[in-house]
């Protein structure tokens, strides 16, 4: 229980998800989660805003612990199952920053308004964790193909090499390939580095797009260092330098989700990857690495609309702990709709399907929501506001768009829970923490879900294609 041995005979059939709990595990942390929402929702004041949401804050974070530590308690790697991963991404999206003090929200909402937001969000979580009821039958063994392929550290490598060079080519043809330009342009605001996509795209787009590799980047390199002795001194020199210049970027860019999704894949393809990892190791390094990355998403607050080159240490002010007040809009969004507009409805998924596609390829592509968000909380221009998954199905189709949605994402996270419960190489841990991200970023927005998709199917394409064709044909000139 204390150790994490992947190399190890019972691990041989055993993944992310692994060691598979039994199911009575897996139906207390159900039910435990189910309890505290149901007595959350009953106990819930109606004061103010600030008083609602930290209880709510208590309630779903008291139980969703307690429910995630009967898990880890049975085996460390359940903490790595997607459905918990993204009960504490959207926690911590939600209602993480009202266990401190946040006045500010009083002035901002009511507190019948900040009831009706906290309703949907619990909605929301009860359908995450329920939903892995929905799936009943584990993926076939053409699904698993990939996972059952094992590569070489130099394919790792390859994979690697690639990743970066596709991953930030759209940077540096942007400024003619000179690497100490794309540095500066680092440490200018937002969206005003040259390589910053337009709001309707073109031809640029398409390595825009591709771009998205970078999130491979991070995970290839925990799974390297995790397992040091199987790689040349100039490769993990290579892969150190390259990740460092990464998780530069993400600071740099301000958006705090970028940097975290680089931490946590980089973490969970560590420890997935390590072997004999002992729990004490695991809470430290863990422990340390969430500690800085929260310091530094607190620093990336302050110069996100100036850049790093306008930041300074000395003016910076930092009182409190702020994510980005989604529970706000999520009760402004719950009181408009649909007193003041109709239910979007299959807008919202329609949009997130067609997310994807570079104007470039359709000329036609809708701009965009017919009602969005900044304009129904009254946001200033040019500016852009997040709600969570919650506020986009509320968008859709009220109370009942959130449980469905909840449902959905939650029965897609058990799927994935299932790919990943069969994992016996290193390029399936891979494949299984690149999909990770895109459950992860999903919870922030649902129109997100295919662009960040894209590393894993690169993924899933190089291993069961590209990969697996070259063993196959090696095989038979044998």
């Known amino acids: 229980m204390g150790r994490i041995e992947p190399g190890s005979h019972r691990d041989q059939n055993a993944g992310p998800s692994s060691q598979a709990p039994q199911k009575h595990i897996l139906s207390w942390f159900t039910v435990i989660i189910l309890i505290g929402l149901a007595v959350t929702a009953l106990v819930l004041p109606s004061d ?13 974070g008291s139980s969703a ?11 460390m790697r359940n903490l790595l199952r997607t459905d918990v991963i993204i009960i504490w991404v959207l926690y911590l999206l939600t209602f993480y920053e009202f266990l ?30 329920a939903g892995r009821y929905l799936v009943r039958r584990p993926p076939s063994d053409a699904t698993l193909m990939p996972a059952r392929l094992d590569i070489k550290p130099s394919h790792i490598i390859q994979l690697f090499v690639l990743s970066t060079i596709v991953g930030f080519f759209h940077m540096f043809v942007s400024v003619d390939f000179d690497p100490l330009e794309v540095i500066r342009q680092f440490s200018l605001p ?17 390595l825009y797009e591709l771009g998205m590799l970078i999130y491979l980047i991070p995970p290839i390199s925990g799974l ?7 790689y040349k001194i100039w490769q993990k020199v290579l892969v150190a330098i390259v990740l460092a210049f990464t998780l530069y970027y993400g600071f740099s860019t301000g958006t705090r989700n970028i940097l975290g999704t680089y931490v946590v894949t980089f973490g969970c393809a560590y420890f997935l990857s390590k072997p004999k990892m002992k729990l004490w190791q695991l809470i430290g390094l863990g422990g340390s690495a969430l500690a800085l990355s929260l310091v530094a998403m607190s620093f990336m607050l302050e110069f996100r609309t100036t850049g790093l080159s306008g930041f300074s240490f000395e003016k910076s ?93 939650g029965a897609l996270a058990e799927a994935w829970n299932r790919v990943g419960r069969h994992i016996n190489s290193q390029f399936a841990q891979l494949l299984y923490v690149t999909g990770l991200v895109c459950a992860a970023i999903t919870m922030r927005s649902m129109l997100w879900f295919l662009p960040m998709a894209l590393p894993a199917f690169v993924l899933w394409l190089y291993g069961k294609y590209i990969r697996r064709g070259k063993v196959l044909r090696g095989a038979q000139l044998r």
């Open 224 to 230: 390297i260092f995790a397992r040091p002795k199987e």
């Open 100 to 129: 401190f003090p946040q006045s500010k929200v009083n002035s901002l909402i009511s507190g019948a308004e900040s009831v009706g937001g906290t309703y949907a969000a619990l909605l929301a979580f009860a359908g995450l964790v």
């Open 65 to 75: 612990a307690v429910a995630t530590a009967i898990l880890g308690l049975a085996s």
């Open 190 to 206: 937002r969206f005003s580095q040259a390589w910053s996509r337009g709001q309707y795209g073109g031809a640029y787009a398409l």
């Open 317 to 409: 002010d930092i009182e409190n702990v702020y994510v980005d007040y989604n529970m706000v809009i999520v009760s402004k969004l719950v009181e408009a709709f649909p007193d003041q507009y109709d239910f979007l409805g299959l807008e919202i998924p329609f949009n997130a399907l067609i997310r994807p596609i570079p104007r470039v390829l359709w000329p036609g592509k809708p701009e965009g929501l017919s009602v969005t968000m900044e304009s129904v909380v009254g946001a200033a221009a040019q500016t852009s506001v997040s709600s969570t998954f919650v506020g986009e199905s509320y968008m859709a189709a009220g109370f009942a768009g959130v449980l469905f949605f909840g449902l959905f994402f």
């Open 48 to 60: 103010t805003p600030e008083d609602v949401f930290r209880t709510a804050a208590l309630g779903v």
